[in-house]
C-alpha cells in the first residue's frame, strides 16, 4: 500500500496533538518508502529487535517507545550502542516511526485498550489529565482478588498490589507507562484503586501515606501497542505483511 495513505490514518489515528508537548513523536530515522508492504511492530526497537529482523525484507518500522528520544545528534553522540543501532537500521534504509504519549492518549489507543483488557465499563478520561483512563467494574470485587484478576487478565508474570485504601474496588484509573507518580489524581476524582508501573519506592511510601489502593503492573504491559496497531493497519490493506516481536519480560526468580 501507499506510505503516504498508511501514515496519513497512524496521523488521524493517534494525532500527535493529543500527545504531550515535547514528546517525540513520528519519524525517528531514515526516509519513507513509496511503498509499504511489510511492517515491524514492537514496543522498542533495539539491537535484540534488530537481530531477529535484519533478514527479513521491512519497508517500515513502528514502535510504542521512540527510539530516539530527545535531539537526534545529542543521543546519538551519547549512546553508543544506539548510534550503531541507527547506522545499522539506516544502511538497510528501513525508516522508523514512533507513536508515543499520542497513542497513549488517543481514542482506541495504548489505556483505552487496557482498560478494556481488564474489563472496565464506562471508558473516560480522567478530568485531570485526558491521557489517563478510568471505569467501572461490572461488579464490585476485593481488592486482593481484583490484582489476581488483573495479573491474568494481562497475563502478567507478577505484579505488587499496595491495599491502603478500600478493600472493596469498583472504580477503577488506569494508566500504562510509568505514571505511578499521578495515583493522587485518581484518588481525588474518587476512583478506588489505580493501576500503572515504574514507581520508585517515595510514590509507594506516598501510596502508604495517603491510604489508597495502588497496582504496579510491567511496563511490558504495554506492548498491547503491538496488536492494536497490527488490527488497525488490517483495517486499511489485508493484505499487508505484519511481523510482531514481543518483548520479554525480565526474569521473576
Same mark, same amino acid.
Given at each position: 500500500?501507499?506510505?503516504?495513505?498508511?501514515?496519513?490514518?497512524?496521523?488521524?489515528?493517534?494525532?500527535? $496533538?493529543?500527545?504531550?508537548?515535547?514528546?517525540?513523536?513520528?519519524?525517528?530515522?531514515?526516509?519513507?518508502?513509496?511503498?509499504?508492504?511489510?511492517?515491524?511492530?514492537?514496543?522498542?526497537?533495539?539491537?535484540?529487535?534488530?537481530?531477529?529482523?535484519?533478514?527479513?525484507?521491512?519497508?517500515?518500522?513502528?514502535?510504542?517507545?521512540?527510539?530516539?528520544?530527545?535531539?537526534?545528534?545529542?543521543?546519538?553522540?551519547?549512546?553508543?550502542? !544506539?548510534?550503531?543501532?541507527?547506522?545499522?537500521?539506516?544502511?538497510?534504509? @528501513?525508516?522508523?516511526?514512533?507513536?508515543?504519549?499520542? *497513542?497513549?492518549?488517543?481514542?482506541?489507543?495504548?489505556?483505552?485498550?487496557? +482498560?478494556? +483488557?481488564?474489563?472496565? !465499563?464506562? @471508558?473516560?478520561?480522567?478530568? $485531570?489529565?485526558?491521557?489517563?483512563?478510568?471505569?467501572?467494574?461490572?461488579?464490585?470485587?476485593?481488592?486482593?482478588? *481484583? +490484582?489476581?484478576?488483573?495479573?491474568?487478565?494481562?497475563?502478567?508474570?507478577?505484579?505488587?498490589?499496595?491495599?491502603?485504601?478500600? &478493600?472493596?474496588?469498583?472504580?477503577? =484509573? @488506569?494508566?500504562?507507562?510509568? =505514571? #505511578?507518580?499521578? *495515583? &493522587?489524581?485518581?484518588?481525588?476524582? #474518587?476512583?478506588?484503586?489505580?493501576? $500503572?508501573?515504574? +514507581?520508585?519506592?517515595?510514590?509507594?511510601?506516598?501510596?502508604?501515606?495517603?491510604? *489508597?489502593?495502588?497496582?504496579?503492573?510491567?511496563?511490558?504491559?504495554?506492548?498491547?501497542?503491538?496488536?492494536?496497531? =497490527?488490527?488497525?493497519?488490517?483495517?486499511?490493506?489485508?493484505? @499487508?505483511?505484519?511481523?510482531?516481536? $514481543?518483548?520479554?519480560?525480565?526474569?521473576?526468580?
Amino acid at each position: 500500500m501507499q506510505t503516504s495513505k498508511l501514515i496519513y490514518h497512524l496521523r488521524k489515528w493517534y494525532p500527535k $496533538s493529543v500527545g504531550y508537548p515535547g514528546d517525540f513523536i513520528g519519524l525517528q530515522t531514515g526516509k519513507f518508502k513509496k511503498e509499504t508492504n511489510t511492517v515491524l511492530l514492537c514496543l522498542d526497537f533495539d539491537t535484540d529487535v534488530f537481530n531477529k529482523i535484519k533478514n527479513e525484507k521491512i519497508d517500515l518500522i513502528l514502535t510504542h517507545h521512540p527510539l530516539i528520544y530527545g535531539k537526534r545528534k545529542e543521543v546519538l553522540e551519547a549512546d553508543h550502542v !544506539k548510534r550503531a543501532l541507527v547506522k545499522r537500521v539506516d544502511k538497510l534504509k @528501513i525508516p522508523v516511526y514512533s507513536m508515543h504519549t499520542n *497513542f497513549d492518549a488517543g481514542v482506541d489507543g495504548m489505556n483505552d485498550n487496557l +482498560a478494556k +483488557a481488564i474489563g472496565l !465499563k464506562n @471508558i473516560k478520561p480522567l478530568k $485531570s489529565d485526558p491521557m489517563f483512563r478510568g471505569g467501572n467494574l461490572k461488579e464490585a470485587m476485593e481488592v486482593n482478588t *481484583f +490484582a489476581r484478576y488483573v495479573k491474568k487478565a494481562l497475563n502478567l508474570p507478577s505484579l505488587y498490589l499496595i491495599n491502603r485504601g478500600k &478493600k472493596m474496588v469498583k472504580k477503577v =484509573a @488506569i494508566c500504562g507507562g510509568a =505514571a #505511578g507518580g499521578c *495515583f &493522587k489524581m485518581a484518588q481525588d476524582e #474518587g476512583y478506588d484503586i489505580f493501576i $500503572s508501573g515504574d +514507581a520508585p519506592h517515595h510514590i509507594r511510601h506516598d501510596v502508604n501515606c495517603y491510604q *489508597f489502593n495502588y497496582l504496579e503492573i510491567w511496563h511490558e504491559a504495554e506492548q498491547i501497542f503491538i496488536p492494536v496497531i =497490527a488490527r488497525r493497519l488490517r483495517t486499511l490493506d489485508k493484505k @499487508i505483511k505484519i511481523i510482531m516481536v $514481543s518483548q520479554p519480560y525480565p526474569k521473576v526468580l
